[in-house]
């Protein structure tokens, strides 16, 4: 504050000179000076208030004394924003992320893949955290010696969006953490304080080979916080802090990035629309961004100009203010000055465009663009700013839930690529299990990207863009020992860790004599070539309606008839369609009449299968699960024994024609069973079977309608918030004898499908079959779900109990799912091993809608990783014949036969093969036969 009323009168410009004698005091007669003084004090004493109201925020903060110890706390704050930051550009001798102890390791004789482009022959020294050395013939005295036999060895894979340990599996309100959702900016909380470090995803996740990931809060806030980048290794200290990529670091020497979240589009609108808050709309998203970084550029002003200041003063002089500082604006300011990186969750063009916009307005960069569905369409916009070089950390192929997820495309990754745009694939854990993260990159080279670029969209690529290229994502000296042995080439459909390595300490301690010895693992033809990158040539889809297939190599009519090259000595084996009727199958059926009106289609020895079953959670009733409007709604489960008359029918609800149901199609799921959509209740409704490739439920030859009942619907489980055993159990018995759905399920008429995942709820279930069955009933009863029914796998198949298994990869989510076997490197056997091993039929269902192509890629894991368990035959059940017996599908008239409709759907080569495509799908009709189908 000013020392005196003339100071204060000058500061603020009301005289140039104070001169008393001329004042207003002075000038006053005696006989008026008492009420002259009054009038004249309340009117000063109202004006200076006025003046201390008015007085801008930068003259009060800069009127305030501050010690000497502050004022050169505030100078080497200057100093740290304007010191020289580090390029991580130095040779790296070691890591200070190095365990002492760690035993020193040689991997022999492994074809390793440096995450470069390059595929090597040799071997790697694992030494004092780093990646030693690379090359032929290596040696260290000290070292253990362990010989992979020419298995692939990649950098560990990166994962630059997860939320993981803030979104702690499993799943219970004490521990998720990923949103702040009590206000849109939130870009002051941090991902480092919540990080739970006994998530047992973490190891779940390192068993994929993902050695590294990006932690980040959710998307419900434009601001969402702070991320945190951790190494997927257990620390004896139980620290997050020590978990963190940059614990322990020189920061002289080496750049320590921060990393921020921010988001835009549909969720916020969600999140805070649907509350009455802004913001509502994207008008409302675009405002607070620019007020906030409108804020934060004037707080980066400010303490430039303090700066700048107090460097001409020097360390001797003294300001009368503090350094600008505020909390809530810090990592913004942080990011203005290039030292944080910025991840933004944004699908759509316009959305990308508009944060592209914010940031040429505030000069900030946007490191990437996450999720980022539309920017294979934008991308000149994408590259607006040259030296940008924005990431598009994306899907291979998820996709479909809500408006701004449904344009998405198959060939993004290849068409972002082609852009020279840097494509990094990512999990968004648990939305994708990220312990599947290598498959993301299998998809996105079966779509297109070539073989390095796949690989390196979950190594180098990511690892750029979080500043860490100088020590992650490659296999090259003087990195970190962050490596990963797998059992096949990991762009193959069921690649596996043998082992992984992180800071070079082994994870799971996979012994040398398993690593040593060839695993015995069905490997499907056609492997991964890795020398050669696959280029798909552009081929136009096409409709026909007769056809003749030569050389094909193997065809499965159903689980009793396959014929295939082996079985055939008398000649070629073929199909012949002719207006859309099979007129021939099997030897020598590659010569019709009058062939020049055929298209003759060589598959080169590809497999013929008959179409898949679909058990889906919304196709035929919902297009974008996350608009109401686009679905037929969500009903209310009836908890009244006496009224069956309230159940929903799903059939009444169809719609056909939508996208999804054509994704689906083109992949070869020709049929669908979907159930009543709920999301509380116990008996949900009744599903129906009918023909994705239809186009209305009047259309004839043949009739699109599979089967209008296929089963009564039942979810159990505490989210469910019943007494539902009892309820089902009352249901059943008290309407045995009666003519209405009830009493059809009672009687076996129809199977009981009910959802649940745990081992006890799937006990009580098996005891409530034998009580229906006590009182007269035969109860067909199907487990839908089933993480846990391994541990009842002897039960289950003495009552002849199948289940559907969904997730096939089972993960423990839930409490209730916390026995779930996740796969090798942990667990030796998955729950569908158990299942098989022990008879029980077994099906295979869809997890989230827009993810039924991927159900024939399922059905070879189940194969692949069952190492000679599960043939392939056995596989391909899970996801048709199989499903169609549980279920009670007639599929007769369907069926690959002569005489029949043409109902299949041909390969180019081994379905179970990452580079085998679809080529043709044949069903839903007459004239329906696609060929070369696009896959989006």
């Known amino acids: 504050m000013p020392k005196s009323f003339k100071e204060y009168i000058q500061l603020n410009g009301y005289a140039g000179n104070f001169n008393p004698s001329n004042s207003l005091f002075y000038s006053l007669r005696p006989k008026k000076l008492f009420p002259t003084i009054l009038i004249g004090g309340l009117f000063t004493i109202l004006l200076i208030l006025y003046d201390i109201h008015s007085v801008p925020h930068q003259y009060v903060q800069y009127s305030v004394g501050i010690s000497q110890e502050l004022y050169k706390d505030g100078i080497s704050k200057c100093m740290m924003i304007n010191r020289i930051k580090p390029d991580n550009k130095f040779v790296r001798t070691n890591n200070p992320r190095f365990v002492p102890g760690t035993e020193t390791i040689i991997l022999k004789n492994g074809r390793i893949l440096n995450g470069k482009g390059d595929c090597i022959l040799g071997d790697i020294i694992l030494k004092n955290g780093l990646i030693h050395d690379i090359g032929p013939n290596l040696n260290d005295e000290d070292a253990v010696i362990i010989d992979v036999k020419k298995k692939f060895i990649t950098p560990g894979l990166v994962d630059m969006h997860s939320h993981v340990g803030v979104a702690s599996w499993p799943y219970l309100f004490a521990t998720i953490d990923a949103n702040e959702e009590t206000d849109p900016i939130t870009s002051y909380v941090r991902a480092q304080d919540a990080i739970n470090p006994n998530d047992p995803a973490i190891r779940i996740i390192t068993s994929g080979g993902v050695t590294t990931s990006l932690v980040l809060p959710g998307s419900g806030n434009l601001m969402g916080g702070e991320g945190f980048v951790i190494k997927m290794r257990p620390v004896d200290t139980m620290s997050v802090d020590d978990m963190g990529i940059n614990a322990h670091i020189d920061p002289e020497k080496e750049r320590a990035w921060r990393w921020l979240k921010m988001a835009c589009g549909e969720n916020i609108k969600r999140v805070y629309g649907s509350v009455g808050r802004m913001p509502s709309t994207r008008l409302g998203e675009a405002w607070l961004f620019r007020k906030l970084f409108a804020e934060a550029r004037a707080l980066k002003q400010r303490q430039d100009d303090w700066c700048d200041a107090a460097s001409k003063l020097g360390s001797s002089g003294q300001l ?49 663009l996450h999720h980022a569905l539309d920017a294979y369409r934008i991308t000149e916009i994408i590259k607006k700013r040259v030296n940008n070089n924005i990431t598009i950390a994306t899907f291979s192929d998820f996709w479909g839930a809500k408006k701004e997820a449904f344009q998405a495309s198959t060939k993004a990754p290849k068409i972002l690529a082609d852009a020279h745009i840097p494509v990094a694939l990512k999990s968004d854990h648990p939305v994708i299990n990220a312990q599947t993260l290598m498959f993301e990159a299998s998809k996105a080279h079966h779509y297109g990207l070539d073989e390095h670029l796949s690989l390196a969209a979950v190594t180098s690529v990511p690892a750029k863009a979080l500043g860490l290229e100088h020590r992650i994502g490659q296999i090259s000296k003087g990195y970190d020992a962050d490596v990963v042995v797998w059992d096949s080439h990991p762009l193959e459909l069921g690649a596996t860790p043998l082992e992984v390595y992180i800071d070079g300490i082994p994870q799971f301690n996979t012994t040398i004599f398993v690593l040593g010895n060839d695993v015995s693992k069905p490997i499907p033809s056609n492997n991964i070539n890795t020398s050669t990158p696959i280029m798909q040539k552009p081929v136009k889809p ?214 649940t995942h745990s081992k006890d709820e799937i006990a009580s279930l098996i005891r409530l079959k034998i009580q229906v069955e006590n009182n007269g009933g035969q109860l067909n009863l199907v487990i839908l779900g089933g993480t846990e029914a391994h541990i009842l796998a002897v ?142």
């Open 795 to 936: 039960e289950l198949a003495k009552h002849k109990i199948p289940v559907i298994l969904i997730p096939l990869r089972a993960i423990p989510e839930s409490w209730t799912a916390q026995h779930a076997l996740t796969g090798a490197p942990i667990t030796n056997k998955t729950g569908i091993d158990i299942l098989y091993a022990n008879g029980v039929k077994i099906g295979i269902g869809v997890v989230v809608s827009g993810s039924e192509r991927n159900l024939i890629w399922d059905a070879g894991w189940a194969h692949i990783n069952s190492r000679g368990l599960i043939s392939e035959k056995d596989s391909l059940g899970f996801i048709s014949w199989n499903l169609e017996e549980i279920l009670g599908l007639n599929m007769k008239d369907r069926r690959l036969m002569k005489g029949n409709m043409a109902n299949f759907v041909a390969y180019d080569g081994n379905p179970f093969n990452m580079n085998t495509r679809v080529k043709i799908v044949a069903g839903g009709g007459k004239n329906k036969i696609l060929i070369d189908p696009d896959q989006d």
């Open 320 to 368: 009368n203010s503090y350094f600008p500082e505020e909390l809530r604006l810090e990592s913004l300011v942080a990011l203005l000055r290039g030292d944080a990186r910025l991840n933004v969750h944004c699908y759509e063009t316009y959305d990308i465009e508009a944060i592209i916009r914010h940031s040429l307005e505030f000069n900030f960069t946007i490191t990437a």
């Open 542 to 755: 096409r409709l026909a309606s007769s056809i003749v297939l030569k050389n094909v190599g193997k065809i499965y009519v159903d689980g009793n008839q396959i014929i295939d090259t082996t079985s055939s000595t008398q000649g070629d084996i073929g199909i012949i369609v002719k207006d859309g009727i099979v007129e021939c199958i099997g030897i020598n059926c590659t010569q019709p009449d009058h062939i020049s009106s055929y298209e003759v289609i060589d598959l080169n020895g590809g497999y013929v299968l008959p179409g898949f079953t679909a058990v889906a959670p919304s196709l035929g009733l919902s297009e974008l699960y996350r608009e109401p409007s686009t679905t037929d709604g969500r009903v209310t489960a009836v908890s009244d024994p006496n009224n069956a008359e309230g159940i929903i029918y799903a059939i009444d609800g169809l719609k056909l024609g939508g996208k999804h149901l054509e994704v689906a199609h083109k992949a070869g799921v020709f049929v669908a069973v979907t159930a009543p959509l709920s999301s509380e209740g116990v008996l949900t409704g009744v599903s129906m079977a009918f023909e994705t490739g239809a186009n209305s439920v009047l259309e004839y030859d043949p009739q699109p309608i599979v089967k209008e009942n296929v089963a009564l619907h039942a979810q159990i489980g505490t989210q469910f918030k019943y007494s539902q055993i009892a309820l089902i159990r009352k249901t059943l018995i008290k309407n045995l004898k009666q003519d209405n759905i009830f009493g059809r399920a009672a009687r076996g008429e129809i199977p009981l499908v009910v959802y």
